[in-house]
């Protein structure tokens, strides 16, 4: 269930997903609510482009890290690929 970022002021999050359209966090949503999951989407900006490297604004879905591999079995069976942080120790 979406939950306010204010809910886990005190807690750690782990960063699952970040949707860059509209109707793609809006999926994610449902599969993450009828999981039954615990999850807060905050609009923030990243980067995007390959060879035109631009400023953009997406979803990006966090969950508690106790919830994180309940988290990304759901959105795997869906088709969505979690975020991986590519600077992330091994």
């Known amino acids: 269930m979406r939950r306010r970022p ?9 960063l699952l997903y970040i949707a860059k359209r509209l109707s793609e966090a809006r999926e994610l ?5 009828a ?3 615990d999850y807060v989407v905050v609009a923030d900006r990243y980067l995007g482009g390959v060879i035109l490297r631009r400023e953009r604004v997406g ?7 106790e919830s994180e ?12 690929r ?9």
Do not use: I, K, N, W
């Open 6 to 14: 204010e809910e886990f002021a005190d807690r750690e999050l782990v």
């Open 82 to 90: 979690p975020f991986s942080d590519p600077f992330a120790p091994a």
């Open 29 to 33: 949503e449902a599969v993450l609510t």
């Open 59 to 65: 979803a990006f879905f966090y969950v508690l890290p």
């Open 35 to 37: 999981a039954g999951l």
């Open 69 to 80: 591999s309940a988290a990304r079995e759901a959105m795997q069976r869906h088709g969505f």
